[in-house]
């Protein structure tokens, strides 16, 4: 008796180990991804359905009216259209696990005059079988023979020199990959890569497989070292050798009444890290300027600036560098030190009943003097002083102000800037300080405004209407960030759908329309 418990426990402990061992030892798909790729897509195709509003697809107008034209099909079976319109309301139904992610990516090696192109979509498998039938289906109709060797099926399916494509698949996965200028059999290169390792692809890197396990609904990576290792002359930019050890990873969402993206820059080494700080020209904004940019402004790029490292990494751009070595354009480079901002609002004029576009550069100074430099190199312009280190002439019938006051050195068209420059207060950015103060860079539409000075600017046109269709759905964005990271906050004008259905649904009712205007 005490054997046969033995015996039955032994068994057990056999089959969980077993059991632990082929989990263990079972490939995650997303390991075919190769190393190398300089950019990878990750997409989450169940939360975009879902948040489209597209999860019942047979509710759609257009599956109804693609219906109806697949009825009126004669070259088709009744069997193959119902196979079809299945697929549609079920794009499981394929085969393909729509409820994990699939990727996209592209890799390049070569020289940079005969780069070599490479890349491919993956879909994980979650009906093998039915993923069979889909094939059997599309190879029967396009003549193509596939092969499958070691629990590996596939076939190329184009050559269209210089670019070939091939289909290869087995119980994990689906790859569609292209090449460009392959010098190598795309079957063998397919092979080796549903063969390799973990450590061997993407997902080795801690980066890659960090931001690819988090679930969002979409993924980007991009890495800098295939870019910059088959260009001369990105390779030889003073922040080169940094950015070869780096990787950009960033994260977008669609959310209710919004599109938030994070990112975030990994080195592989410390010592990158520090190098790329080192050379690195931006700096925390103070947000000093924001109370002389209008409330109103519709477009805001600024940043913390070091004039003094901007000016010594533009110097060591090889062919470029060289030109810029003049005592009087490093004086003013030295001179930037601080905010620094370009802002562009929507001026009326009432005596043409129409808006003009005002733009104004504003900059931190510590060397006043740097004015006299720029006045001097525009000698022969109609340039009058109007003031103590203030200036202004007329381009093209606009009146331009340009001067220093208090340190800020400020060029611009717009009145009401010019107005907070001489100490009248105005309604400014200010209240908008969480997403300049303490950021090195920052970037600032108001949609509204930009739509606003298309209507001024521009006459009714089909084109000019769909750009105001689309402009209508968003409502202002915010991008800002560090060196390390960064946020990009997109409102929509709809605070309470989910902004992938708002984006959608606009673009339906355009497709729609523009169907219905080609049936007329």
């Given at each position: 008796m005490k054997n046969i418990l033995r015996l039955c426990k032994l068994a057990c402990l056999t089959a969980l180990s077993l059991l632990i061992?082929?989990?263990?030892?079972?490939?995650?798909?997303?390991?075919?991804?190769?190393?190398?790729?300089?950019?990878?897509?990750?997409?989450?195709?169940?939360?975009?359905?879902?948040?489209?509003?597209?999860?019942?697809?047979?509710?759609?107008?257009?599956?109804?009216?693609?219906?109806?034209?697949?009825?009126?099909?004669?070259?088709?079976?009744?069997?193959e259209k119902e196979y079809l319109l299945g697929l549609l309301k079920n794009p499981a139904e394929s085969g393909f696990d729509l409820n994990r992610d699939l990727f996209y990516f592209m890799s390049m090696s070569g020289s940079t005059l005969s780069p070599e192109m490479s890349g491919g979509l993956l879909l994980p498998i979650g009906d093998k079988a039915k993923l069979d039938g889909l094939i059997g289906r599309l190879n029967e109709k396009s003549g193509t023979e596939s092969r499958t060797e070691g629990g590996l099926t596939f076939a190329v399916i184009g050559e269209y020199a210089p670019m070939q494509v091939i289909y290869a698949y087995d119980d994990r996965a689906f790859l569609l990959y292209f090449a460009q200028n392959?010098?190598?059999?795309?079957?063998?290169?397919?092979?080796?890569?549903?063969?390799?390792?973990?450590?061997?692809?993407?997902?080795?890197?801690?980066?890659a497989a960090g931001q690819l396990s988090d679930k969002n609904d979409l993924d980007i990576l991009f890495s800098y070292?295939?870019?910059?290792?088959?260009?001369?002359?990105?390779?030889?930019?003073?922040?080169?050798?940094?950015?070869?050890?780096?990787?950009?990873?960033?994260?977008?969402?669609?959310?209710?009444?919004?599109?938030?993206?994070?990112?975030?820059?990994?080195?592989?080494?410390?010592?990158?890290?520090?190098?790329?700080?080192?050379?690195?020209y931006v700096k925390p904004q103070t947000g000093a300027l924001l109370r002389y940019l209008p409330a109103s402004s519709i477009g805001v790029l600024s940043c913390g600036l070091d004039g003094k490292k901007l000016y010594a990494m533009l110097t060591r751009i090889p062919g470029y560098g060289p030109m810029l070595v003049n005592p009087q354009v490093e004086q003013v480079m030295n001179a930037l030190n601080g905010d620094f901002a370009i802002a562009f609002s929507d001026m009326a004029v009432p005596d043409r009943n129409t808006s003009r576009l005002e733009a104004s550069l504003l900059a931190q100074i510590q060397d006043p003097s740097i004015l006299q430099s720029l006045i001097a190199e525009m000698n022969g312009m109609p340039i009058k002083q109007t003031g103590e280190n203030a200036y202004s002439l007329e381009l093209g019938g606009e009146p331009i102000s340009a001067g220093v006051k208090d340190d800020v050195l400020y060029v611009t068209t717009d009145p009401l800037v010019k107005s907070a420059i001489d100490g009248t207060a105005i309604e400014s950015m200010t209240a908008m300080e969480r997403i300049f103060k303490e950021q090195a860079t920052t970037f600032y539409v108001d949609f509204e405004g930009v739509d606003k000075l298309l209507t001024s600017l521009a006459e009714e046109t089909p084109q000019t209407a769909i750009a105001h269709a689309m402009l209508g759905l968003f409502d202002t964005m915010e991008c800002y960030g560090t060196m390390e990271s960064a946020t990009c906050d997109i409102r929509m004008t709809?605070?309470?759908?989910?902004?992938?259905?708002?984006?959608?649904?606009?673009?339906?009712?355009?497709?729609?329309q523009c169907m219905a205007e080609t049936q007329m």
């Open positions: 061992l082929s989990c263990r030892g079972k490939a995650d798909y997303r390991d075919i991804l190769p190393a190398d790729a300089f950019m990878t897509v990750g997409i989450n195709p169940a939360s975009l359905l879902e948040k489209s509003g597209a999860a019942r697809i047979d509710e759609c107008p257009f599956y109804t009216r693609l219906a109806a034209q697949m009825e009126q099909e004669e070259s088709m079976t009744a069997e392959a010098s190598l059999d795309l079957s063998e290169q397919v092979k080796a890569l549903f063969a390799q390792k973990r450590e061997d692809s993407l997902m080795g890197k801690n980066a070292a295939p870019m910059l290792a088959n260009n001369p002359m990105l390779s030889a930019m003073p922040l080169a050798q940094a950015m070869q050890h780096a990787t950009a990873a960033a994260s977008v969402n669609f959310e209710k009444g919004r599109i938030v993206t994070h990112s975030k820059v990994f080195f592989d080494d410390k010592e990158s890290e520090a190098e790329m700080k080192e050379v690195s709809d605070k309470e759908q989910n902004a992938l259905k708002s984006i959608c649904d606009q673009i339906g009712q355009l497709i729609g």
